[in-house]
Nanobody, 121 residues
Framework: QVQLVESGGGLVQAGGSLGLSCAAS????????MGWYRQIPGKQRELVAT???????DYADSVRDRFTISRDNAKNTIWLEMSSLKFEDAGAYYC???????????????WGQGTLVTVSS
C-alpha cells in the first residue's frame, strides 16, 4: 500500500509565500510523474504543476513564474514553493503521483488527502 501525505498549507497574506510538500511512503517500486492540483468548492480539480521523474516540469499559466515544483526521487517527495500569492491561488491543494507498487508492479494514480491554502488581504 502506498500513501501520499501533504503538508504545509495554511493562511498567508496576498503577496506572500508558502511551501507545500508531499511525501509518498509504502511499498513503492517507482514513482513516475507527480504533481499538484487545486480545487475550490463547486469547481473541478485543476492542474497547478507537474514534474516527471527526470525533473521536467509543467505549470498552469496562472502560476508560471510564481510557483516552483521540485522533487527528490530518493525521498519520494515533491515540493511546491508558492510566491506572490493571489486570492485566486486559494483552495485545497492535492498531490498526485503515478506509482508502481512493489507488491504487484501495477501502475496506479494516487491522490493525497489535500491541504488547504487560504490567502487573506
Amino acid at each position: 500500500q502506498v500513501q501520499l501525505v501533504e503538508s504545509g498549507g495554511g493562511l498567508v497574506q496576498a503577496g506572500g509565500s508558502l511551501g507545500l510538500s508531499c511525501a509518498a511512503s509504502g511499498n513503492i517500486f517507482r514513482i513516475h510523474e507527480m504533481g499538484w492540483y487545486r480545487q475550490i468548492p463547486g469547481k473541478q480539480r485543476e492542474l497547478v504543476a507537474t514534474i516527471t521523474r527526470n525533473g521536467n516540469t509543467d505549470y498552469a499559466d496562472s502560476v508560471r513564474d510564481r510557483f516552483t515544483i521540485s522533487r527528490d526521487n530518493a525521498k519520494n517527495t515533491i515540493w511546491l514553493e508558492m510566491s506572490s500569492l493571489k486570492f485566486e491561488d486559494a483552495g485545497a491543494y492535492y498531490c498526485k503521483a503515478g506509482v508502481v507498487a512493489s507488491t504487484d508492479y501495477m501502475y496506479r494514480e494516487l491522490w493525497g488527502q489535500g491541504t488547504l491554502v487560504t490567502v487573506s488581504s
